[in-house]
């Protein structure tokens, strides 16, 4: 009988606790779009620094091992 | 047969064997030597024989290029010590190409480092001008057969601006796009969900934020091109763009003012933003294959100039008429000339295709294009470089330019009336209402404009085309531009080289034609032709079947020409006739015939000729089936009973033409209103390659190419082609098919807009979802396509 009486309490705090008011959508749109705009810039800088010209060799270079050269034998 | 070289695969007719392995000939042992030393043995262990087989034997001459002004045409760089170079090496293929030339350090220590641009096909080399200096540089890649394109650095244009402008439009629209998309969603859900309106206001002013640079800045090439065609008094696909993209602008801004709605925002940057992939995947398309050589490329840059002072050499560019040139051996003439000097012979292959050498003697003209052979000779210039014979074809050649096609001549006439017939829908809708129902004549009026979604038309051509070259490139058919497809769709008779083209170039059969008593000189012959590399040699090396070679004293080759030396007490001369003996020999065929001297007595001759490829008989049954088919060669009819039982019609079989009786011939088809479509092997049948309405090159790699044709093709998938050809016509059915779905969607659309029942939400998602669809679709269907022609996707 006393763990029901908790539970309507705390969901009553919680019922009040729900704040109507989401206005901080406003803020939170804002926020987002500068970051989103952080990544629109970084492509841009990435298509000018011309790292677009060449889409396939980086893929193979990737996988090039990185050799010591032996001394002659 | 199963043997392939280890360095270059390719199955030739003879091979040598070396460090346990099989090389297909001595230039392909000498790279692998030259790896093998400097333990950049990785090379063959990233890809299976990436090797490139280069007949040429690297002795070409570079040095022009220690030439002050010639040298600094060329460097990006130079300060003294460090000095940087782009070259382009058509030649790299693969990921070892790769590898190899950012390697390129372990062989020299002069080169500090390397970079390749593998879509450009260009190495971007860093060298210590010091240690190792330009010619050096060049003569390196030559000996790993990776030889280099020698070009001025203005010929090799900036990395395309108008590619990464293209790339930002795009991915600034596709920002605005998926931002736009998201927060539109309260809109579409704000039946289900009760939001507050002022956030659906403000959502919407940010979207309107959002969709300015979208408007402005990625849909700017449309609005610009649809603007300067008004001012021409023409209307191209673009103007129905730029009226709908600019309508649903306008009306969704009106709606947020007055805030009766919210606007349109997502179609308007959803519809820039595939409009913006359909021309970055036909760019892409046409980027992949640069088709551009320039005949310069061919000539070398530095010539040698002979003056009162002297011999210096000066850059080709600075020569005048009257000019006194010097011409070495192997060196290509570079400005049509007059002979001074003595005899000579001139290779003309590059022009003409004849392998023949012509003589020349003091008095005739030499074009500009010939290769000298013997030795050296002074000329004098008689018209300046650019205004050469050669230089005209090529400038012919470039202004052609593509010509119009049917659909896409049909789609400027289309969206004509389509602009047309929207504008005039609209206008009378709107009338209809202002009279009936006017609350619901500016929604009537937008929403026509709107709807009506010229995007089939601008989508699906691209995208089709577009796919249908990306399959052919997979099956070994590159053509210049997608427009090419269509001309393919439109063949009816298909006119075929013979040589290079049915036959292989870099295979031979030799008979001999000697007296009983001189047979006995092979063993001598044999063991001359060991020494020389040239690929007429090592056929005859083959054909001898004596074992018994003899001690060899002497020897020396004059390239292009033949070889001479002692060989047991005899001196043997092997080679072209002029240079075997003066007198007049009987000449009956054209094939190619070496013949050899003993002891300056003419002894006899090898005849060689070309054999046909494996796949000819196929080549010519599937395509004489299906197409009204010719051939047309340089050669004898001997072989003229063989092909015309596989294909009939001996009457469309000529031999003995010349380059001008293909071209004449070609014309004649043209004029009885057959469209022709020409295989030839480029450099020979340039002429004819131009004139046919589309011309074909055959080419054994892929990396040498002629001006004068819209397609390469490998020669080992001319057995497919008539597939290809079927295939080409198949997918003009899909861009009719995507038409007719455009159509049918403007229908539905237009009607529902017109009366007033279009809400907002249809309209929103009618119109990327069309564009979707015909992209979809086409993508699709052409590979279904693919697969019915059997060929792969």
Same mark, same amino acid.
């Given at each position: 009988?006393?763990?029901?009486?908790?539970?309507?309490?705390?969901?009553?705090?919680?019922?009040?606790? =729900?704040?109507?008011?989401?206005?901080?959508?406003?803020?939170?749109?804002?926020?987002?779009?500068?970051?989103?705009?952080?990544?629109?810039?970084?492509?841009?800088?990435?298509?000018?620094?011309? =790292?677009?010209?060449?889409?396939?060799?980086?893929?193979?270079?990737?996988?090039?091992?990185?050799? =010591?050269?032996?001394?002659?034998? | 047969?199963?043997?392939?070289?280890?360095?270059?695969?390719?199955?030739?007719?003879?091979?040598?064997?070396?460090?346990?392995?099989?090389?297909?000939?001595?230039?392909?042992?000498?790279?692998?030597?030259?790896?093998?030393?400097?333990?950049?043995?990785?090379?063959?262990?990233?890809?299976?024989?990436?090797?490139?087989?280069?007949?040429?034997?690297?002795?070409?001459?570079?040095?022009?290029?220690?030439?002050?002004?010639?040298?600094?045409?060329?460097?990006?760089?130079?300060?003294?010590?460090?000095?940087?170079?782009?070259?382009?090496?058509?030649?790299?293929?693969?990921?070892?190409?790769?590898?190899?030339?950012?390697?390129?350090?372990?062989?020299?220590?002069?080169?500090?480092?390397? /970079?390749?641009?593998?879509?450009?096909?260009?190495?971007?080399?860093?060298?210590?001008?010091?240690?190792?200096?330009?010619? #050096?540089?060049?003569?390196?890649?030559?000996?790993?057969?990776?030889?280099?394109?020698?070009?001025?650095?203005?010929?090799?244009?900036?990395?395309?601006?108008?590619?990464?402008?293209?790339?930002?439009?795009?991915?600034?629209? @596709?920002?605005?796009?998926?931002?736009?998309?998201?927060?539109?969603?309260?809109?579409?859900?704000?039946?289900?969900?009760?939001?507050?309106?002022?956030?659906?206001?403000?959502?919407?002013?940010?979207?309107?934020?959002?969709?300015?640079?979208?408007?402005?800045?990625?849909?700017?090439?449309?609005?610009?091109?649809?603007?300067?065609?008004?001012?021409?008094?023409?209307?191209?696909?673009?103007?129905?763009?730029?009226?709908?993209?600019?309508?649903?602008?306008?009306?969704?801004?009106?709606?947020?003012?007055?805030?009766?709605?919210?606007?349109?925002?997502?179609?308007?940057?959803?519809?820039?933003?595939?409009?913006?992939?359909?021309?970055?995947? #036909?760019?892409?398309?046409?980027?992949?294959?640069?088709?551009?050589?320039?005949?310069?490329?061919?000539?070398?840059?530095?010539?040698?100039?002979?003056?009162?002072? @002297?011999?210096?050499?000066?850059?080709?560019?600075?020569?005048?008429?009257?000019?006194?040139?010097?011409?070495?051996? /192997?060196?290509?003439?570079?400005?049509?000339?007059?002979?001074?000097?003595?005899?000579?012979?001139?290779?003309?292959?590059?022009?003409?295709?004849?392998?023949?050498?012509?003589?020349?003697?003091?008095?005739?003209?030499?074009?500009?294009?010939?290769?000298?052979?013997?030795?050296?000779?002074?000329?004098?210039?008689?018209?300046?470089?650019?205004?050469?014979?050669?230089? #005209?074809?090529?400038?012919?050649?470039?202004?052609?330019?593509?010509?119009?096609?049917?659909?896409?001549?049909?789609?400027?006439?289309?969206?004509?009336?389509?602009?047309?017939?929207?504008?005039?829908?609209?206008?009378?809708?709107?009338?209809?209402?202002?009279?009936?129902?006017?609350?619901?004549?500016?929604?009537?009026?937008?929403?026509?404009?709107?709807?009506?979604?010229?995007?089939?038309?601008?989508?699906?051509?691209?995208?089709?085309?577009?796919?249908?070259?990306?399959?052919?490139?997979?099956?070994?058919?590159?053509?210049?531009?997608?427009?090419?497809?269509?001309?393919?769709?439109?063949?009816?008779?298909?006119?075929?080289?013979?040589? @290079?083209?049915?036959?292989?170039?870099?295979?031979?059969?030799?008979?001999?034609?000697?007296?009983?008593?001189?047979?006995?000189?092979?063993?001598?012959?044999?063991?001359?032709?060991?020494?020389?590399?040239?690929?007429?040699?090592?056929?005859?090396?083959?054909?001898?079947?004596?074992?018994?070679?003899?001690?060899?004293?002497?020897?020396?080759?004059?390239?292009?020409?033949?070889?001479?030396?002692?060989?047991?007490?005899?001196?043997?001369?092997?080679?072209?006739?002029?240079?075997?003996?003066?007198?007049?020999?009987?000449?009956?065929?054209?094939?190619?015939?070496?013949?050899?001297?003993?002891?300056?007595?003419?002894? @006899?001759?090898?005849?060689?000729?070309?054999?046909?490829?494996?796949?000819?008989?196929?080549?010519?049954?599937?395509?004489?089936?299906?197409?009204?088919?010719?051939?047309?060669?340089?050669?004898?009819?001997?072989?003229?009973?063989?092909? /015309?039982?596989?294909?009939?019609?001996?009457?469309?079989?000529?031999?003995?033409?010349?380059?001008?009786?293909?071209?004449?011939?070609?014309?004649?088809?043209?004029?009885?209103?057959?469209?022709?479509?020409?295989?030839?092997?480029?450099?020979?049948?340039?002429?004819?390659?131009?004139?046919?309405?589309?011309?074909?090159?055959?080419?054994?790699?892929?990396?040498?190419?002629?001006?004068?044709?819209?397609?390469?093709?490998?020669?080992?998938?001319?057995?497919?082609?008539?597939?290809?050809?079927?295939?080409?016509?198949?997918?003009?059915?899909?861009?009719?098919?995507?038409?007719?779905?455009?159509?049918?969607?403007?229908?539905?659309?237009?009607?529902?807009?017109?009366?007033?029942?279009?809400?907002?939400?249809?309209?929103?998602?009618?119109?990327?979802?069309?564009?979707?669809?015909?992209?979809?679709?086409?993508?699709?269907?052409?590979?279904?396509?693919?697969?019915?022609?059997?060929?792969?996707?």
């Amino acid at each position: 009988m006393g763990e029901r009486r908790i539970f309507l309490s705390v969901f009553l705090l919680i019922l009040d606790l =729900q704040n109507e008011n989401m206005s901080v959508i406003f803020l939170l749109i804002l926020i987002s779009l500068v970051v989103a705009v952080v990544f629109l810039g970084a492509f841009i800088w990435a298509v000018r620094s011309n =790292q677009y010209e060449d889409d396939y060799s980086p893929s193979v270079r990737m996988l090039f091992d990185d050799e =010591q050269p032996d001394k002659a034998s | 047969m199963g043997k392939v070289c280890f360095h270059c695969g390719s199955s030739s007719g003879s091979f040598v064997v070396h460090d346990e392995k099989d090389f297909c000939c001595q230039g392909c042992v000498a790279v692998y030597d030259i790896l093998r030393e400097n333990k950049l043995y990785t090379y063959y262990d990233l890809e299976n024989a990436p090797g490139i087989r280069q007949d040429s034997d690297g002795s070409a001459d570079y040095s022009y290029l220690e030439q002050e002004e010639i040298k600094m045409s060329v460097l990006d760089f130079y300060d003294g010590h460090l000095a940087r170079v782009r070259l382009r090496i058509p030649s790299i293929h693969c990921s070892s190409c790769i590898w190899l030339l950012e390697n390129l350090s372990r062989l020299h220590k002069g080169i500090l480092s390397s /970079q390749v641009n593998f879509t450009k096909k260009e190495v971007s080399i860093s060298f210590n001008e010091e240690l190792i200096r330009l010619p #050096q540089l060049i003569a390196l890649l030559d000996s790993i057969h990776y030889k280099p394109l020698i070009r001025e650095k203005t010929a090799t244009a900036k990395p395309g601006n108008s590619g990464k402008s293209l790339l930002i439009k795009l991915g600034v629209a @596709g920002f605005a796009f998926g931002n736009v998309m998201l927060l539109s969603f309260p809109d579409y859900l704000s039946e289900t969900i009760s939001i507050q309106d002022n956030f659906i206001q403000y959502f919407g002013w940010v979207s309107l934020v959002l969709s300015i640079p979208v408007l402005l800045y990625s849909a700017s090439d449309y609005f610009m091109s649809a603007w300067k065609n008004l001012r021409k008094r023409t209307v191209s696909i673009d103007l129905p763009i730029a009226i709908g993209i600019l309508t649903i602008f306008l009306r969704s801004t009106y709606e947020l003012f007055t805030t009766s709605g919210t606007g349109y925002f997502d179609s308007m940057t959803g519809l820039v933003f595939f409009l913006l992939i359909g021309k970055w995947y #036909q760019d892409k398309t046409y980027q992949a294959l640069n088709f551009e050589s320039d005949y310069t490329s061919y000539f070398p840059l530095g010539i040698t100039l002979i003056t009162g002072e @002297g011999e210096n050499i000066v850059p080709i560019r600075k020569l005048k008429a009257g000019d006194r040139i010097r011409i070495r051996n /192997q060196e290509i003439i570079p400005a049509d000339a007059l002979l001074d000097s003595g005899n000579t012979l001139i290779d003309y292959s590059f022009i003409t295709g004849e392998s023949v050498p012509v003589k020349k003697k003091r008095g005739d003209r030499i074009f500009a294009g010939g290769r000298q052979l013997g030795k050296s000779v002074e000329l004098i210039v008689e018209k300046e470089v650019e205004t050469s014979y050669l230089a #005209q074809l090529w400038k012919e050649r470039k202004s052609e330019g593509t010509d119009s096609t049917f659909v896409s001549g049909m789609l400027d006439k289309v969206s004509r009336y389509f602009t047309l017939s929207i504008l005039l829908i609209s206008a009378i809708t709107s009338i209809f209402w202002l009279i009936a129902n006017p609350s619901l004549a500016l929604t009537a009026f937008t929403s026509v404009l709107i709807v009506a979604c010229p995007c089939a038309l601008a989508l699906s051509v691209p995208f089709t085309y577009g796919h249908v070259q990306h399959i052919l490139g997979k099956e070994n058919l590159f053509l210049r531009h997608s427009s090419v497809v269509e001309k393919l769709a439109s063949v009816n008779t298909v006119v075929l080289d013979k040589t @290079g083209t049915l036959t292989d170039n870099r295979k031979f059969e030799v008979t001999d034609d000697f007296s009983s008593e001189t047979a006995g000189i092979f063993n001598a012959v044999k063991a001359l032709v060991r020494h020389s590399f040239h690929p007429l040699s090592r056929a005859i090396y083959e054909h001898l079947s004596t074992n018994k070679e003899e001690e060899t004293d002497s020897f020396n080759e004059i390239i292009g020409v033949g070889l001479e030396g002692i060989v047991g007490e005899k001196h043997l001369k092997i080679g072209a006739r002029e240079f075997v003996s003066d007198g007049s020999v009987l000449q009956n065929d054209n094939s190619t015939r070496v013949f050899v001297s003993v002891n300056d007595r003419l002894a @006899g001759s090898f005849k060689i000729r070309n054999v046909f490829r494996d796949n000819w008989k196929e080549v010519v049954q599937t395509l004489s089936q299906d197409y009204e088919f010719h051939l047309l060669s340089g050669d004898t009819e001997q072989e003229k009973s063989t092909i /015309q039982q596989v294909s009939g019609h001996p009457e469309q079989l000529r031999f003995q033409q010349s380059p001008e009786d293909k071209l004449k011939y070609i014309r004649r088809l043209k004029s009885k209103g057959k469209y022709t479509l020409m295989v030839g092997d480029g450099l020979n049948d340039a002429g004819a390659l131009r004139e046919s309405n589309v011309g074909i090159s055959v080419a054994e790699d892929v990396y040498q190419f002629s001006p004068s044709s819209d397609a390469i093709i490998q020669a080992s998938a001319m057995n497919k082609l008539h597939w290809m050809l079927k295939f080409a016509k198949a997918s003009l059915r899909v861009v009719w098919i995507s038409f007719v779905f455009s159509f049918l969607y403007n229908i539905v659309g237009i009607w529902y807009a017109a009366s007033g029942r279009l809400s907002p939400l249809v309209a929103a998602v009618l119109m990327p979802l069309s564009s979707v669809t015909i992209v979809v679709l086409a993508t699709l269907l052409t590979r279904a396509l693919g697969r019915k022609y059997k060929l792969k996707g």
